[in-house]
Antibody
Framework: QLQLQESGPGLVKPSETLSLTCTVSGGSISSSNYYWGWIRQPPGKGLEWIGSIYYSGSPYYNPSLKSRVTISVDTSKNQFSLKLSSVTAADTAVYYC????????????WGQGTLVTVSS | SYELTQPPSVSVSPGQTARITCSGDALPKKYAYWYQQKSGQAPVLVIYEDSKRPSGIPERFSGSSSGTMATLTISGAQVEDEADYYCYSTDSSGNLRVFGGGTKLAVL
């Protein structure tokens, strides 16, 4: 059974870079049928897609975040990562990683999510 | 940009049918998906490709799509179905992934 687990600092200072890693277990991140994505949810608000990446590269980013986001993949560790630069309090959210179907783009399964707070 | 529009809230009594709508201009060409999110938990897929139900999802959950509107139907809603429901799809290019704003379902 495929499982995803987010990890990284729970507190980031304003203007710094948020860095998270998603570790995939129970399956290979190098599968040709899937993308790997990041989604976030500010407290009390809805879901926002951040970006997705294929195992060989070729990321897609939400245009609203594109200038600050980098998503990368490390097949040797079966992990993919998120970096979000110049964070503000508006970036405080639960960050989820998820597997994305290649041709139809739906997300399943999801990690449990990790809360990242931006505060000095 | 592209948006999927959902009603903020829907309320039904136990045993009644709940319907949650999602409108988007690309829905005639793109599948709609529905996620259930209970408080403090990660979203769970309840409908994929407009009307298919993943294994383990109760039969009372169904989906449909016509024109620019997709609908999630919960027939005989139960108290445990209280949750936030999000529709999901992509824009016509398939490059922009979008979630609806979410609908809070109250069963009381």
């Amino acid at each position: 059974q495929l499982q995803l687990q987010e990890s990284g600092p729970g507190l980031v200072k304003p203007s710094e870079t948020l860095s998270l890693t998603c570790t995939v277990s129970g399956g290979s991140i190098s599968s040709s049928n899937y993308y790997w994505g990041w989604i976030r949810q500010p407290p009390g608000k809805g879901l926002e897609w951040i970006g997705s990446i294929y195992y060989s590269g070729s990321p897609y980013y939400n245009p609203s975040l594109k200038s600050r986001v980098t998503i990368s993949v490390d097949t040797s560790k079966n992990q993919f990562s998120l970096k979000l630069s110049s964070v503000t309090a508006a970036d405080t959210a639960v960050y989820y990683c998820a597997r994305e179907e290649d041709d139809t783009n739906w997300f399943d399964p999801w990690g449990q999510g990790t809360l990242v707070t931006v505060s000095s | 940009s592209y948006e999927l529009t959902q009603p903020p809230s829907v309320s039904v009594s136990p045993g009644q049918t709940a319907r949650i709508t999602c409108s988007g201009d690309a829905l005639p060409k793109k599948y709609a998906y529905w996620y259930q999110q209970k408080s403090g938990q990660a979203p769970v897929l309840v409908i994929y490709e407009d009307s298919k139900r993943p294994s383990g999802i109760p039969e009372r959950f169904s989906g449909s799509s016509s024109g620019t509107m997709a609908t999630l139907t919960i027939s005989g809603a139960q108290v445990e179905d209280e949750a936030d429901y999000y529709c999901y799809s992509t824009d016509s290019s398939g490059n922009l992934r979008v979630f609806g704003g979410g609908t809070k379902l109250a069963v009381l």
